[in-house]
């Protein structure tokens, strides 16, 4: 494949899964954090606005000078959190390594549950089966894609459109499935 070393196409699955394995681990590691980080600056930016509103005096205070913490946290209100903390209540901690099997809806779940201060240790329990299937699912996609170039570039542009043609079809069953979560077109 251009572009790619040698000795990464060589590897087999049992060296690809587990590097994407502790490479998923990682980041959905640091995006619970960040949920947490982000709640952090939210429930300052919270205190100071009680403390000022909580002036008997009657002088109006300033509002608390918004940091980079609380412009972000005030941004993790929306629609998309708003589904994200319905389906971790809806499925609770099964919800976390079931996301997993999503695009993009993913990041939104783990960032809600540092948000919503989801324990570290049982998030980091529930999290290991999803990073496993997640790691299963993409190590074979690309060891297959690997293959299929080292045959013909044609058999690797079929096996594309083959992935490509999947994931469209199950959105559009998803779409047409009259979904409480549905995705907006």
């Given at each position: 494949?251009?572009?790619?070393?040698?000795?990464?196409?060589?590897?087999?699955?049992?060296?690809?899964?587990?590097?994407?394995?502790?490479?998923?681990?990682?980041?959905?590691?640091?995006?619970?954090?960040?949920?947490?980080?982000?709640?952090?600056?939210?429930?300052?930016?919270?205190?100071?606005?009680?403390a000022t509103?909580?002036?008997?005096?009657?002088?109006?205070?300033?509002?608390?000078?918004?940091?980079?913490?609380?412009?972000?946290a005030q941004?993790?209100?929306?629609?998309?959190?708003?589904?994200?903390?319905?389906?971790?209540?809806?499925?609770?901690?099964?919800?976390?390594?079931?996301?997993?099997?999503?695009?993009?809806?993913?990041?939104?779940?783990?960032?809600?549950?540092?948000?919503?201060?989801?324990?570290?240790?049982?998030?980091?329990?529930?999290?290991?089966?999803?990073?496993?299937?997640?790691?299963?699912?993409?190590?074979?996609?690309?060891?297959?894609?690997?293959?299929?170039?080292?045959?013909?570039?044609?058999?690797?542009?079929?096996?594309?459109?083959?992935?490509?043609?999947?994931?469209?079809?199950?959105?559009?069953?998803?779409?047409?499935?009259?979904?409480?979560?549905?995705?907006?077109?």
């Amino acid at each position: 494949m251009a572009g790619v070393p040698g000795f990464i196409t060589d590897l087999g699955w049992w060296a690809i899964v587990p590097f994407l394995f502790m490479v998923v681990f990682f980041r959905s590691q640091g995006t619970y954090w960040v949920g947490r980080w982000l709640r952090r600056g939210a429930d300052a930016v919270a205190l100071q606005a009680g403390a000022t509103e909580g002036d008997s005096s009657g002088a109006t205070a300033p509002p608390p000078p918004a940091t980079a913490r609380s412009r972000i946290a005030q941004k993790m209100s929306g629609p998309a959190m708003d589904r994200a903390q319905q389906f971790l209540e809806k499925w609770g901690f099964i919800g976390v390594p079931l996301c997993f099997l999503t695009v993009g809806f993913q990041t939104i779940v783990l960032t809600t549950a540092g948000y919503t201060r989801m324990r570290w240790d049982l998030f980091t329990v529930a999290m290991l089966p999803g990073c496993a299937a997640w790691a299963f699912i993409y190590g074979g996609i690309s060891v297959t894609l690997i293959e299929l170039w080292k045959q013909s570039p044609w058999w690797f542009l079929g096996g594309v459109i083959t992935v490509v043609a999947l994931a469209y079809g199950a959105t559009r069953l998803r779409r047409n499935a009259g979904s409480a979560v549905r995705i907006p077109q």
